[in-house]
């Protein structure tokens, strides 16, 4: 069973443009959710989409952005980029569709962004 | 909010010697959810273990093992006969509030404790 793949693994770009990341989840699931991770931050909880539709968004700002096909499959773009954008961006799909609290979380490998 | 607090940034171990990484949490929901994760220098974040608030038992899995304190709100990660290749960044992770129209807050992960297993 293939896990959750990631594309591309690496990626430089430069400040003002914008990037689009993907993310497959393992075959079966629905839901996927996105991940920053940075030294001084630690791991922060971007977006997670269910069946084509967000559920639920954590404190970032209008620039990052994703959605999620028929599917299941799902993009997130940064616009504008900053330099403070650069980071390991990690994709998680889950099974349960319900919110479930114990539903466990599979990650992809990430996709590391660096921004010059 | 909920909150997940490691306080050991690092530990060295010898290898085949038990590890214990410490975990609190802080949280004003009564449902939520507990994992470890396991980062390798590749990045992935891998699976460990998983301690549900209304559980009786503490969770195992394998070599791990979770020791659920609830009242304290600890919920730490036993490793047993630890490995070189138990070598990592591991995470304790929570997961709160389930809404009535589904979905629930994302995972709120801790600072991660980098362990390092010594032959």
């Known amino acids: 069973k293939a896990g959750v793949t990631q594309t591309p693994r690496y990626l430089i770009k430069t400040r003002g443009q914008q990037v689009t990341l993907s993310c497959s989840p393992i075959s079966g699931h629905r839901s996927v959710s996105w991940y920053q991770q940075t030294p001084g931050q630690g791991l922060q909880f971007l977006f997670e989409?269910?069946?084509?539709?967000?559920?639920n968004k954590g404190n970032f700002p209008g620039r990052f952005s994703g959605r999620q096909f028929s599917n299941s499959r799902s993009e997130m773009n940064v616009s504008t980029l900053e330099l403070g954008d650069s980071a390991l961006y990690l994709c998680?799909?889950?099974?349960?569709?319900?919110?479930?609290?114990?539903?466990?979380?599979?990650f992809g490998q990430g996709t590391r962004l660096t921004v010059v | 909010a909920q909150k997940i607090t490691q306080t050991q940034p690092g530990m060295f171990v010898q290898e085949k010697e038990a590890v214990t990484l410490d975990c609190t949490y802080d949280t004003s929901d009564p449902s939520y959810g507990l994992f470890w994760y396991k980062q390798p220098s590749s990045g992935e974040m891998i699976f460990l273990i998983y301690?549900?608030?209304?559980?009786?038992q503490n969770a195992t899995e394998g070599r791990y093992s979770l020791n659920f304190q609830k009242a304290r709100k600890s919920a730490n990660l036993v490793i047993s006969a630890s490995q070189l290749g138990d070598s990592a960044m591991y995470f304790c992770a929570m997961r709160a509030r389930v809404y009535s129209g589904g979905g629930a807050d994302g995972l709120t992960f801790g600072k991660g404790t980098h362990l390092i297993i010594q032959p």
């Open positions: 989409y269910f069946s084509e539709t967000q559920r």
């Open positions: 301690q549900g608030s209304y559980d009786q």
């Open positions: 998680a799909s889950s099974l349960s569709g319900q919110g479930i609290v114990g539903t466990e979380a599979f």
